[in-house]
């Protein structure tokens, strides 16, 4: 079965430090890879997506996120955090059901905390 | 550009009551249209998609259905609510199955 697992809940990093939130996934496939954010109250805005291709992706706000197959991992990076930056973090796979149609597994999400 | 709308925005119910939650797109056709619920501190769970007109799929037995009326309108309701139905209700869509899903923001439903 299809899942996606954000092994920290929550996540402490000073203004200005590099910030990595994992992301783990079991798909038996290449799977479409997305990261979220949600700031509190508010619907999930897409950060970047990788469908194929270069493993490295760039998504807005500065984030990047790589691919590794081998390790079945989708972790999201940010060289310099800053103080808007705080909110949850979502990772999510898209994943062919039996007919054909891709859902969306998502995980439980990282809280993010920056510190002034 | 496309948008995404949802209504009301936050809602408290009494246990027993009725519910209608809708959502609407603009600026595209034929749009997947999919409703999840998020429990406090958990992931979203998917409740039902639809690829079309009067097409639902649900993905988990619960005590709320969907409806599709017209294309890009999608609607969650409930005959008799449940306090376990307590959440922040998302909505999104997406061109295909295969692309991302656009969320729009949110209906925080307090059942009371």
């Known amino acids: 079965a299809q899942s996606v697992t954000q092994p920290d809940i929550h996540i402490t990093v000073s203004e200005g430090a590099s910030l990595e939130l994992r992301c783990n996934y079991s798909?038996?496939?290449?799977?479409?890879l997305f990261w979220y954010v949600q700031s509190p109250g508010q619907g999930l805005q897409l950060l970047l997506k990788y469908f194929s291709g270069d493993t490295l992706v760039q998504g807005i706000k500065g984030f990047e996120a790589e691919f590794k197959r081998s390790q079945s991992s989708f972790n999201l990076r940010k060289p310099s955090v800053h103080w808007s930056d705080a909110a949850e973090y979502f990772c999510?796979?898209?994943?062919?059901?039996?007919?054909?149609?891709?859902?969306?597994?998502f995980g439980s999400g990282t809280k993010l905390n920056v510190k002034p | 550009s496309q948008t995404i709308h949802q209504w009301p925005a936050t809602l408290v119910q009494p246990v027993g009551s009725p519910l209608s939650l809708e959502c609407t797109v603009e600026?595209?056709?034929?749009?997947?249209l999919y409703w999840y619920r998020q429990a406090a501190g958990r992931g979203l769970q998917l409740l039902f998609y639809s690829v079309g007109i009067g097409q639902i799929s649900s993905e988990v037995p619960q005590n709320l259905s969907a409806s599709r009326p017209q294309d890009r309108q999608f609607i969650l309701s409930s005959k008799k609510l449940l306090l376990s139905d307590s959440g922040f209700y998302l909505c999104?869509?997406?061109?295909?199955?295969?692309?991302?899903?656009?969320f729009g923001p949110g209906t925080r439903l307090t059942v009371l």
């Open positions: 600026g595209t056709s034929n749009p997947n």
């Open positions: 999510a796979v898209g994943a062919a059901t039996e007919y054909n149609f891709n859902k969306f597994y």
């Open positions: 999104a869509w997406s061109r295909d199955s295969l692309r991302e899903q656009f």
């Open positions: 798909y038996g496939a290449t799977p479409y």
